[in-house]
């Protein structure tokens, strides 16, 4: 007869106990902070090199850039480009531009806004490259300070 139990009237077989082993995973690591308003929400993120030592991989972020304009569902973006957001904040005119196809000025106020922070923080390192002269003029695209 096999194992069985008696539970509330009705009868049961018994089940053996198996050991499972454990599944090894590797787990990322990661630190955040989020700007979020009636019209945009960004969420920025940072992956670490070394949880245990606090470590942070250098000039690395990822923005989940969120669009709340539109009725839901909203529109979606994930950025990582450093450059181009340091170019954001350097009122580079090409970013500016791109940028200006997801979002409108006080978007681009905001983001430049965030960037900075970011940059005072250490997660987006700034190359302040004025000074260089690398030998042949190159046009200023960026728009001046008035606009943004």
Avoid: Q
């Amino acid at each position: 007869m096999e194992n069985r139990i008696k539970v509330n009237g009705e009868w049961y077989v018994k089940e053996s106990i198996t050991t499972i082993h454990p599944i090894e995973i590797e787990l990322t690591h990661f630190e955040g902070c989020v700007y979020e308003n009636d019209k945009y929400c960004f969420e920025v993120t940072r992956i670490y090199r070394d949880y245990d030592k606090v470590e942070f991989y250098s000039d690395c972020i990822d923005i989940k850039f969120t669009d709340k304009r539109t009725d839901k569902p909203w529109k979606i973006d994930n950025w990582d480009n450093t450059s181009w957001l340091r170019g954001i904040y350097d009122n580079d005119r090409t970013s500016i531009n791109e940028a200006l196809e997801v979002m409108d000025m006080d978007g681009i106020m905001e983001l430049k806004a965030l960037v900075g922070e970011l940059i005072e923080k250490g997660w987006i390192k700034y190359y302040n490259c004025e000074n260089i002269n690398i030998g042949k003029p190159e046009t200023d695209r960026r728009i001046p300070s008035t606009g943004c």
